[in-house]
């Protein structure tokens, strides 16, 4: 599923090839042909990529060509970066006005003429690797896909056998409550003559069948004189849901009529007629009549459609309801008039019921109890999603090999079987729906341990490093835009306990969305614990997550890792060795969470990392000096220091960080330098926190900051 990712990544790409920096690169460092012959290659392998995403598992050879194109890719970012980076540094170096510095400048690497043929080399060897890839893909057979095809899910059927279904009793009831009461408490007040009630919830947790036991309750029957059941799924096709409803009614009807149970009524062919018919005989199937309509599985988020589509079934007797099923939080706001109806997990009790009845036969479980009680065991990884134990109860039916039950309990549910009705490529639905740029931050999750209580400000900050985050409109920060990746992923039901405080929020994952998250992330993305062995050399990310994992682990020697961190409170780096070999190996990161760390220094050597970011150094209780070569991280636009403690004094050349937005300050110094301040135009949030030495802050304002305190 990484593939999905590099899918994205690669349009991503073709943004940063466009961009001012790379345009004023073909200008100034002739490298026109290159680039321009790079953007077709690209283009190309981007349309082989979903042709080969299907055939990958039936072949080593294509799994190996995505790795690489995936390198390349990554490789062909920084250098882009590159450029937008020497731009930096020549409005630096402009804007001085110290001969000093320019001569400095003129004997750097980063003179123009070293500079041109060095990226002119670069750009020609990553055209090659690209131009070669391409080629292979003809020789793979495969075809260019223009556009990515979107899993979809199963038409969905009324008909339910009630006593497989545990658990949901109370669920029912309180459906049939609203359903029975003319206009339900906490309606919107607004138009009454229909009601629309929406059930809403995760992929798997049993919406659908929720809705089934609901529609063939006999309580339905006496009480709406038309009952239709249309599965809309991802396309929100207004005239095909007209002749499903349509026919959904004839259906309905020739029941009513008490037609003989062998004889099969015909049902007009109306797939013909246009759009001004088919309104037509909707109306007539609807008008004056009591109905109850459920309309299963819809995604559709624009509100004109839902109004289009409203106001034609809006034609039936005072009393009839919409039963809406949805993972969209959102769709269900846009479309309900009363509150929605949050379906929650199944008890332990229930799930554990589920359960036996999927993986025994009647009474077969009393000769196994053994293998019951891993059966308890391996229902906890389920959290109470239907779908999840109906998947892991049907892999093991009739299976009494006890090493096959311990294999299934102790897995991660992506490492086991995936087949078309299993709970992965359930929820995978929920991520094929998601825009692109959120696909790729999902990722990201996977990172953190299950359980983890994740805040917003650092998942933002996160996506910000790594250039993740799009503006939306030109004076939108971009903070901003991520907090609202947050509560679009929210909307979409991937996040739980959401406790919202303003800014910033707390949240949860759920186990199973932490288990999508694991399988769409693939090999770049490790959290590395104690049972860490090994990671890929592809390795992008790595998050340390227990105390003792970084001693275990064997790193990559690979120069291709973009963040470390450490997400756990109170656990961080204790080598200073560790963070020298980071500094010399990993110079594209972009991401460095060194908080609650115990080093006393941190080396010169952190000016390598051009294209950092983001530098967390908080409650570093230890560190005495951070070095005046922290000015050369011209991209930095995070800095935290709080709760350092010891720390004597800021690092000379601050005001050189033109890229410098958020600022964390813990100092025993009692002056700041004001000139440095002055220049940091970009600045909008600084922060001092337990400056207790600190006489005076600023003579003069500082009109870019927002947030001081």
Request: glycine share 6%; proline share 4%.
């Amino acid at each position: 599923m990484a593939e999905s990712i590099l899918i994205d990544m690669s349009n991503s790409l073709l943004g940063k090839v466009a961009s001012y920096a790379c345009q004023e690169a073909y200008l100034a460092y002739g490298l026109k042909d290159n680039l321009q012959s790079f953007k077709d290659s690209l283009i190309i392998v981007r349309g082989y990529l979903l042709d080969a995403e299907s055939k990958k598992d039936q072949s080593h050879a294509l799994r190996e060509w995505f790795k690489q194109i995936q390198n390349i890719c990554f490789d062909a970012e920084d250098i882009f970066d590159t450029f937008e980076l020497q731009d930096k540094r020549k409005k630096i170096v402009k804007s001085s006005g110290s001969i000093r510095k320019k001569v400095s400048h003129f004997f750097s690497k980063y003179n123009p003429i070293v500079f041109l043929p060095t990226m002119g080399h670069q750009i020609k060897d990553i055209r090659e690797r690209l131009d070669k890839k391409a080629a292979e893909g003809i020789t793979y057979g495969l075809t260019s896909i223009p556009e990515p095809v979107v899993q979809e899910r199963e038409t969905t059927y009324p008909d339910v056998n009630v006593t497989s279904v545990i658990g949901r009793d109370d669920d029912k009831d309180e459906i049939i409550k609203l359903l029975v009461q003319p206009f339900p408490q906490g309606g919107n007040g607004g138009d009454k003559s229909m009601c629309v009630i929406p059930i809403v919830g995760i992929g798997g947790l049993g919406k659908t069948t929720l809705a089934k036991l609901v529609y063939n309750d006999d309580t339905m029957d006496q009480l709406f004189q038309l009952k239709m059941w249309v599965c809309v799924a991802l396309n929100f096709d207004i005239k095909q849901i007209i002749i499903n409803i349509i026919n959904a009614a004839s259906t309905s009807d020739s029941k009513a009529a008490s037609a003989p149970p062998t004889s099969l009524t015909p049902q007009e062919n109306i797939n013909n007629l246009d759009i001004v018919q088919l309104v037509s005989r909707l109306k007539q199937k609807l008008s004056g009549q009591k109905f109850l309509l459920v309309l299963d599985d819809i995604w559709n988020e624009d509100r004109e459609k839902w109004i289009e589509l409203e106001d034609l079934i809006k034609v039936g007797a005072p009393g009839s309801k919409i039963l809406v099923t949805t993972r969209s939080k959102s769709v269900a706001w846009m479309m309900g008039n009363v509150p929605s109806y949050e379906l929650k997990g199944l008890s332990p009790k229930e799930c554990l019921s589920l359960f036996v009845k999927c993986a025994f036969k009647e009474g077969e479980e009393k000769r196994y109890p053994n293998l019951k009680k891993i059966g308890e065991e391996i229902v906890e990884k389920c959290h109470g999603v239907p779908l999840a134990v109906k998947t892991l109860g049907k892999s093991l039916f009739s299976d009494f090999n006890i090493n096959k039950w311990e294999f299934v309990r102790d897995s991660e549910m992506w490492n086991l079987e995936k087949k078309k009705d299993g709970i992965l490529p359930a929820l995978k639905v929920s991520y094929d729906q998601m825009p692109s740029i959120l696909r790729q931050c999902f990722a990201y999750f996977s990172l953190y341990p299950k359980d983890h209580i994740f805040d917003s400000y650092v998942m933002c900050s996160l996506w910000v490093a790594l250039g993740l985050v799009q503006f939306r409109n030109g004076s939108e920060k971009l903070e901003g835009a991520a907090r609202k990746y947050i509560d679009e992923l929210h909307s979409r039901s991937f996040l739980q306990d959401f406790d919202d405080s303003g800014p910033f929020c707390l949240f949860k994952v759920h186990h199973l969305i932490h288990d999508l998250a694991l399988y769409v992330a693939g090999e770049d993305f490790v959290a590395v614990n104690s049972q860490t062995r090994s990671i890929p050399q592809q390795a992008r990310h790595l998050s340390f997550v227990e105390d003792e994992s970084f001693g275990h682990a064997l790193l990559p020697e690979s120069r291709s890792v973009r963040s470390i961190q450490f997400p756990i409170l109170t656990m961080g780096l204790e080598s200073e060795n560790g963070l020298n070999t980071w500094l010399s190996r990993y110079t594209f990161l972009r991401y460095l969470d060194l908080s609650d760390s115990c080093f006393e220094t941190v080396p010169n050597s952190i000016a390598k990392l051009e294209h950092l970011r983001f530098l967390d150094l908080s409650r570093n209780d230890k560190i005495r000096i951070l070095p005046n070569s922290i000015s050369k991280l011209l991209n930095l636009q995070v800095l935290l220091l709080s709760g350092c403690t010891e720390l004597k004094s800021l690092p000379k050349g601050l005001g050189k960080l033109i890229n410098l937005r958020r600022l964390i300050v813990t100092t025993k110094q009692s002056m700041l330098p004001q000139d440095e301040f002055a220049s940091l135009n970009n600045l909008q949030t600084l922060s001092f926190h337990d400056c207790h030495n600190l006489k005076l802050l600023f003579k003069q304002s500082l009109p870019s900051v927002e947030e001081l305190f």
